[in-house]
């Protein structure tokens, strides 16, 4: 579960990023973030990784708190939450399996565990039979899906996908967010956050909506999901 309360982030400079966000995602919901370049969005992402700190409030993620988290506990949080980076971040000298072995091996998962888990996530993703092509080697939308197989890894129980569609011809996109929706039904909270309107009628869910550090909107299939919001 993730759950901000009055969540205020200041950035150093005195960019008052977040004026007070309050939201609860449950687990297994399939849910939207969208809203304007320099809204907040990238800030809640990072609140939710233990990145950021909130400058008051507070942030619960999975069973941890983020405003007193130990820099120690900050790999367990992370192996609950994966992230899809917007621009994959991907290892290029590293072969499609590695990409994924390492994210796992990073945060202490065993061989084992490597070798069981890896071709089961290059299956759910169609990319079992590229394990030994480099990123350079695969298209972009299978890029994306390399992306989301390395997040899915460690078996997340959370997935957050930064503008999974952000470089996509739209047949691509609808593949992707295909794949993110299966990957939900599965089990996987899902955290899309996009500024792409359309991608978000298409696939109505629960849609919240932030402007300016603000949520102005919280809804699900049309409705309001906090009347008080
Ligand atoms: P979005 O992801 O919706 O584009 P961000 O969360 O990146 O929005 O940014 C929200 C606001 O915080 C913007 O005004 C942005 O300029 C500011 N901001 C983001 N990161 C920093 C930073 N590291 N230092 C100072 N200001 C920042």
Redesign the pocket.
Known sequence: MIEFKNVKKT???G???LRGVSMQIEDGEFCFLV???????????KLITGELRPTSGSVHVNGYSLERIRRREVPYLRRTVGVVFQDFRLIDNMTVYENVAFAMRVVGARAQEIRERVPYVLDLVGLETKSRRRPGELSGGEQQRLGSARALGNNPSTLIADEPTGNLDPARSMEIMTLLQEINNLGTTMLV?T?EHNLVEHFANRVIT?ED?LITSDRMDGLNVYEDQ
């Open positions: 950035y150093v400079e960019n008052k990023a809203g304007p370049s320099g809204s907040g969005k990238s800030t809640i992402i956050v500024h932030i550090g």
